[in-house]
């Protein structure tokens, strides 16, 4: 069994920092891509940032510049820095990750359970 517990969210002024942390645990040998996601009210949830176990990154357009997805293999945990916070960020977060448990079976989607990231004024 896997889970993914998720920290850092709260609520934060315009301009703001926030620093999310997603650590996995449990039946694991390796974990191949990881990411963050997110969803407002009302709308589809959408790819923020995604990490290979590598290092290469991609990020949606909206964050670029202002966002950075890292990740410590030896922890199996994955952060996001957060800077320059704007209100259309104001969502539930959602750490994802790739994961192979055994060689025997192809690897599956773990999520966590998703933290809150509010800016306001």
């Known amino acids: 069994q896997v889970q993914l517990v998720e920290s850092g969210g709260g609520l934060v002024q315009p301009g703001g920092s926030l620093r999310l942390s997603c650590a996995a645990s449990?039946?694991?040998?390796?974990?191949?891509?990881m990411g963050w996601y997110r969803q407002a009210p009302g709308k589809d949830r959408e790819l923020v940032a995604a990490?290979?176990?590598?290092?290469?990154?991609n990020y949606v357009d909206s964050v670029k510049g202002r966002f950075t997805i890292s990740r410590d293999n030896a922890k199996n945990t994955v952060y996001l820095q957060m800077n320059s916070l704007k209100p259309e960020d104001t969502a539930v977060y959602y750490c994802n990750a790739d994961i192979i448990s055994n060689w025997r079976e192809p690897s599956f989607s773990s999520w966590g359970q998703g933290t809150q990231v509010t800016v306001s004024s």
């Open positions: 449990g039946s694991i040998l390796s974990i191949n891509n």
């Open positions: 990490i290979t176990r590598g290092g290469r990154t």
